[in-house]
């Protein structure tokens, strides 16, 4: 990291010197609360394939993956803790879905069924969705490794040292499907055109993404992030959907969501919200 | 977790050692404490026996994860999400390392990991009774980990010195993660009771629900009460050292002073330690029920293994696409 006299003035520590800037806390605050929200949804829904994976080694690796990516949505909520946005368990279990702020294509749901009945889940779906998601985490994460919050830039650097056993896992598994039976190539390009239309709110950076550059929370530009997730998913991709990146259902970012996030949170919060105040 | 459920009705194969001196020699090697090895000849009933226990174990870890697994994204803080995804990863990970253990055995027969799967699905492979059973609470969730695991650690440990080495080798792993389940299980445990009195009331339920389960897990005292029994062969052959009868008192004398210092009480009135016969007296479950438990017939057993046959339908467009030509990666 470049640590010229330049650059030292845009270094902040600690939450109090977040707070000294107020547009600058606020894009924290927003940039703190995507990154949280994306791995808690992509890791929730990641929890209810559990015990239903197509083998068991892959069990086994997929329920590690999620469970260090909960690790990694820990680790934000607990910087926001930090900022003094309230206890890590409460920005996580209870906020409505308008103020949840992850991408829409990470909430849907991981087929038909539910978890605990009839689960007809779709693996090319897990597949399709881990591999765009881990791409362009990779790309956001380098970004945010030299970001000017300290604390911010120091959990980036941890999780990318997790992250390439991750993204390499689905690398893998794009490649053996969409080199394989009819029937594999047709389930994959089904899930992987779906995404094209729904994925685009999970490269962006929602309605604060200038200041978020201008700070140098991140050091890259949306544009820069889609046109790079877009470099890379074209080496895996055997046949490229027409068009740009769409969202279908809004952005995640500002808040819109489908009922798909309101399923979730039910879940992942029955139990919390049985008794808010009991210490479980 | 794990246990080697006596089915009583279970065929064994009946079976003659031809080879005196190979036998002789392997008996003279297990006396002595030596391992057996999967290349190693070995008699029949002793592979046969093996195979039972590691794929029931293998399955049961398997099977074991779905009463837990309903829990995990239900956990209700982050550390309890990430301490339940933990655990139950882990039991998976025991699930693969047996069943490779328990592939290496069956491979003179030509059977594989697809031929278990099919097993389990159509009723032939037998999982432990505590699966079958409902997890109706987050209590529950920390009831498997406390208590079932509790109990599994009991019974592992009286085969940390199996003689068969893959085997035994596996255990010294698992047990050791075990250990970790079980103080997990413990401080969800320690939270509910220490909390408000509907979380100690989902506790007291919960264990109530599971105490003739718990009992049952270590299987009948002996062949008369379900009809037939492996504890014998499995003594005989340094499988294991201790009886079903011993495994049970040992865990009644480990929790209870734990359950009741928690200040929760057991739904047997009559249970009490008596001090001249030095054991436990406790009110039998009904092992006609257990019978039908581990036949597939217990109150869970039905969606659990449909769970299993549905993910294996499922995901069999994924199997056949794995099963063509790898490509270059």
Request: aromatic residues 12%; contains cysteine.
């Given at each position: 990291m470049e640590r010229g006299e330049e650059k030292m003035s845009n270094i902040i520590e600690t939450p109090e010197q977040a707070k000294q800037d107020a547009t600058y806390y606020q894009a924290l605050r927003e940039l703190l609360l995507q990154l949280a929200d994306d791995d808690l949804l992509i890791s929730f829904r990641g929890s209810e394939w559990l015990g239903l994976a197509p083998h068991i080694e892959e069990d086994v690796a997929y329920s590690s993956i999620t469970q260090n990516t909960m690790g990694h949505a820990v680790m934000y909520y607990n910087l926001l803790e930090e900022l003094g946005e309230g206890r890590a368990d409460i920005l996580a279990h209870d906020r409505q879905p308008d103020e949840r702020r992850n991408g829409c294509y990470l909430e849907k749901r991981n087929g038909e069924g539910m978890y605990l009945e009839e689960p007809y889940y779709d693996w090319a779906l897990a597949v399709v969705r881990n591999y765009?998601?881990?791409?362009?985490?990779?790309?956001?994460?380098?970004?945010?490794?030299?970001?000017?919050?300290?604390?911010?830039?120091?959990?980036?650097?941890?999780?990318?040292?997790?992250h390439p056993y991750h993204l390499a896992h689905w690398k893998l598994w794009m490649k053996q499907l969409q080199s394989s039976t009819d029937e594999a190539k047709k389930r994959m390009q089904t899930r992987i055109d779906e995404a094209w239309v729904e994925f685009a709110d999970v490269l962006e950076l929602g309605n604060l993404a200038t200041d978020m550059r201008k700070h140098r929370l991140v050091t890259i530009s949306e544009e820069e992030i889609k046109d790079k997730w877009l470099d890379e998913v074209k080496t895996i991709l055997v046949d490229l959907p027409e068009g740009p990146v769409g969202k279908k259902y809004g952005s995640g970012r500002n808040g819109e969501h489908t009922d798909d996030l309101k399923q979730a949170l039910d879940i992942l919060a029955e139990v919390y919200n049985s008794d808010k105040a009991a210490a479980w | 977790?794990?246990?080697y459920v006596e089915d009583g009705d279970s065929k064994t194969t009946a079976y003659v050692e031809h080879d005196q001196?190979?036998?002789?020699?392997?008996?003279?090697?297990?006396?002595?404490?030596?391992?057996?090895?999967?290349?190693?000849?070995?008699?029949a009933d002793y592979r046969q026996a093996l195979i039972k226990l590691i794929s029931m174990h293998g399955i049961s870890e398997i099977m074991g994860a779905l009463p837990e697994k309903e829990w995990v994204p239900k956990a209700p803080t982050l550390r309890r999400k990430l301490g339940i995804m933990a655990k139950v990863q882990d039991e998976m990970g025991h699930g693969q390392l047996l069943l490779r253990v328990a592939e290496d055995l069956m491979k003179p027969f030509g059977k594989t990991r697809e031929n278990l799967m099919e097993d389990l699905l159509n009723g032939d492979l037998k999982f432990h009774?505590?699966?079958?059973?409902?997890?109706?609470?987050?209590?529950?969730?920390?009831?498997?980990?406390?208590?079932?695991?509790?109990?599994?650690?009991?019974?592992?440990?009286?085969?940390?010195?199996?003689?068969?080495?893959?085997?035994?080798?596996?255990?010294?792993?698992i047990c050791q993660e075990e250990v970790f389940h079980a103080q997990h299980g413990e401080s969800i445990i320690m939270a509910l009771a220490e909390g408000n009195e509907y979380q100690r009331s989902i506790l007291q339920e919960s264990l109530n629900r599971w105490w003739p389960a718990l009992l049952m897990f270590f299987g009948p005292a002996s062949a008369e009460t379900t009809g037939s029994s492996k504890q014998d062969i499995m003594i005989k052959y340094k499988i294991r050292k201790s009886t079903n009868e011993e495994l049970r008192q040992a865990f009644l004398?480990?929790?209870?002073?734990?359950v009741f210092s928690l200040g929760l009480t057991i739904p047997d009135e009559t249970i009490h330690y008596d001090e001249k016969e030095e054991k436990w007296i406790y009110k039998q479950p009904d092992w006609a029920e257990f019978k039908q438990i581990i036949r597939n017939k217990g109150p869970k057993s039905k969606e659990r293994l449909r769970l299993r046959e549905i993910a294996y339908e499922n995901n069999r467009w994924v199997r056949q696409a794995l099963a063509q030509e790898p490509v270059n990666v």
């Open positions: 765009f998601y881990e791409t362009c985490k990779k790309i956001k994460l380098e970004a945010i490794a030299n970001s000017s919050y300290q604390p911010l830039a120091h959990v980036a650097r941890k999780v990318l040292m997790e | 977790m794990y246990n001196e190979k036998y002789d020699a392997f008996m003279a090697r297990i006396e002595a404490g030596e391992k057996i090895e999967a290349d190693d000849w070995m008699p009774n505590v699966f079958h059973m409902p997890t109706k609470t987050w209590a529950d969730a920390g009831m498997v980990g406390w208590l079932v695991d509790g109990a599994a650690i009991m019974s592992q440990t009286n085969m940390l010195d199996a003689s068969y080495g893959p085997y035994q080798r596996a255990l010294q792993r004398s480990k929790y209870l002073p734990r």
